[in-house]
């Protein structure tokens, strides 16, 4: 019997994976990864066998039960499986459930925690997501729900929280600007959204709450995250008097 490590991969740059994790590649006898994973960080695992088990929003995906029983079955035969995965495992990387199936297999394992995509683009910014005086709580939110699953009232945590960070939401930006506006947060509220944090083509776009379905429409494909509240105003201001008229501009181009 071997054990499996969840292992946390980080936002993307692979210099930014855990020391621990490296060496727990550089053991491993099965990769289980995300799609998203860094070739380079994959490279680490030379002797593994490598197999691909990506989630992608929109795309076709490995079913989280397959994953599971892959991970149990792999390590009932080999002495070190991971599973690779992105940020952080424990946050929206639906490590729970693989915990249970190896706990109830009685399999042995670990967690190796990883950067999280928020604060890796807060790095980016140069922007502390609390600030003494003005920030003293932080959101972690998904507006995004698997069917079957219960209502998932994001926005009510948004609107509590002096900072919020919105994983997967790019993609469902005019939703979630007008969900929240029509709550009462304010249309002014600062608001950044980070593009594959860490990597050399990353993209920082800047505005406000009601310029997010603008700004959604100028990314691009890779992962991003929405950063909503008073402690990016500083981030913003230099760019605003520039920022919409340039989005205007790509959208007559486009």
């Not at 940020?87 to 394992?109: H, N, S, V, Y």
């Not at 079957?148 to 609107?159: H, I, K, Q």
């Not at 494909?221 to 929405?226: D, I, Q």
Request: aromatic share 4%; charged share 25%; net charge positive.
């Amino acid at each position: 019997m071997g054990k499996a490590y969840l292992v946390g991969a980080g936002p993307g740059a692979p210099d930014l994976l855990t020391v621990r994790a490296a060496q727990i590649l550089t053991r491993a006898d099965m990769v289980f990864h995300d799609a998203l994973v860094h070739p380079q960080t994959l490279a680490l695992a030379a002797r593994a066998r490598k197999i691909l088990v990506g989630k992608r929003s929109g795309r076709h995906s490995t079913a989280q039960s397959f994953i599971n029983k892959r991970l149990v079955d792999a390590a009932r035969k080999h002495g070190v499986v991971v599973r690779l995965k992105g940020g952080d495992p424990m946050l929206f990387g639906r490590a729970q459930e693989e915990i249970d199936a190896l706990r109830k297999a009685g399999i042995d394992f670990e967690i190796v925690p990883g950067v999280t995509a928020a604060t890796a683009a807060s790095a980016e910014l140069g922007v502390s997501l609390t600030r003494r005086g003005l920030a003293r709580h932080v959101a972690f939110v998904t507006p995004r729900a698997g069917r079957g699953e219960r209502r998932n009232d994001w926005a009510a945590s948004v609107l509590a929280a002096d900072t919020a960070v919105i994983y997967m939401g790019a993609g469902l930006a005019e939703g979630i600007s007008a969900e929240l506006v029509a709550r009462g947060k304010a249309k002014a509220t600062p608001l950044v959204l980070v593009e594959s944090a860490t990597l050399p083509e990353r993209r920082i776009l800047r505005g406000t709450l009601a310029d997010l379905p603008t700004l959604a429409l100028q990314a691009g494909g890779g992962p991003a995250v929405l950063l909503l509240g008073e402690v990016l105003r500083d981030a913003i201001a230099d760019r605003a008097a520039v920022a919409i008229p340039e989005i205007q501009a790509y959208l007559r181009r486009a």
